[in-house]
């Protein structure tokens, strides 16, 4: 037998961005969106798969390219992403869960929750949806699905009075099917631009 190396974690690139077991409670039929077949966090449908939150061993998993599907992403060294794990694990409230592909490594799905500290309504707390990507070539496996429902239970159950996203235009039904609504009189996202327009 080989030498068995995955718990030997000396330079921490499998310390994870959040308790991962935040992740195994959380109650899927809480949600309206329908799964068909039923999957969840814990159970997403394939034993090769897992739903976890960011490692840092995730830049040799394909993690940035990812996000290069969603939007320009740069070019991230391993220093600069280490360094932003450690911001955001130390200031806490950001939720960056990822699912694996285990068979060859990847990071095929992803979805960030950020957690925003509130006076209003009694010192609450509003969480918001960011960074959702999915490989499409794993179509039909639900994943966006999956992923996005994760996130947003995992806000309810931190204690979150609401979750909001924006989103392009094509998505707005996919969202209103996991429970997402636009509020009338309140359904504008604006944006101020201080990058260069791409
Ligand atoms: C979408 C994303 C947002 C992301 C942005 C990037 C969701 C729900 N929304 O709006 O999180 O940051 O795209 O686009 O995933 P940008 O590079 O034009 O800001």
Wanted: hydrophobic share 35%; charged share 25%; proline share 4%.
């Amino acid at each position: 037998m080989g030498i068995e190396k995955i718990s030997d974690d000396g330079d921490g690139k499998l310390e994870y961005l959040y308790p991962p077991h935040l992740l195994q409670n959380l109650d899927f039929n809480k949600s309206p969106a329908i799964f068909k077949p039923k999957i969840s966090a814990v159970q997403p449908g394939e034993d090769w798969m897992v739903v976890r939150p960011l490692q840092k061993s995730d830049y040799d998993k394909g993690f940035l390219q990812l996000l290069g599907q969603l939007t320009n992403v740069g070019n991230v060294t391993r220093k600069q992403f280490d360094d932003r794990f450690n911001q955001m694990k130390q200031s806490g409230g950001y939720y960056v869960t990822v699912i694996e592909d285990k068979r060859i490594s990847k990071i095929i799905g992803a979805a960030t929750l950020t957690i925003e500290q509130k006076f209003i309504h009694n010192c609450s707390l509003r969480g918001r949806l960011e960074d959702v990507v999915v490989n499409d070539t794993y179509r039909g496996k639900q994943l966006g699905k999956l992923i996005v429902v994760t996130v947003s239970l995992l806000a309810q159950e931190l204690g979150c009075y609401k979750m909001s996203l924006d989103c392009k235009d094509k998505l707005i039904k996919f969202y209103e099917t996991l429970g997402y609504k636009l509020e009338a009189g309140n359904s504008n996202a604006m944006n101020m631009r201080f990058d260069a327009p791409s």
